[in-house]
Structure formats: structure tokens, C-alpha cells
């Protein structure tokens, strides 16, 4: 794999992260399920959690 297919596959992955976090964000925001107490930081740090998790499954299922 080229050096410039690496860089976009990450900036790919990056992007799409921040896009579902900000979505996830949105969702619970809409529905009125977010405590008072938490901003965006939290639903980054669920979002980065869930990504672990998956690679973990991922790896683990191979």
C-alpha cells in the first residue's frame, strides 16, 4: 500500500469518526436523553470506546 493511500485511508477514518460522533451527539440531543451535565467530549470519548471495541472484536474474530 502506497504511503499516500495510508494517509487517505486515516484521514478517511478521522473524518468519518468525527461525522458519527457529531451525529450520535445530535441524536441524543433530539430525543432528549443527554444529562445536563455532558457535552461533546462525552459522546467522543463513547464514540472512541465503541472503535476499540470493534477492533478488538475484529481482531479477536480472525
Not at 4 to 16: H, L, Q, V
Not at 22 to 38: A, D, H, R
Request: positive net charge; aromatic residues 20%.
Amino acid at each position: 500500500m502506497e504511503i499516500r493511500e495510508k494517509i487517505y485511508e486515516k484521514t478517511g477514518f478521522a473524518f468519518s469518526f468525527v461525522i458519527f460522533t457529531i451525529v450520535f451527539s445530535l441524536m441524543f440531543k433530539l430525543l432528549n436523553k443527554v444529562p445536563s451535565g455532558w457535552n461533546y467530549s462525552h459522546f467522543f470519548s463513547i464514540s472512541f470506546i465503541m472503535v476499540l471495541i470493534g477492533g478488538a472484536l475484529k481482531k479477536f474474530l480472525k
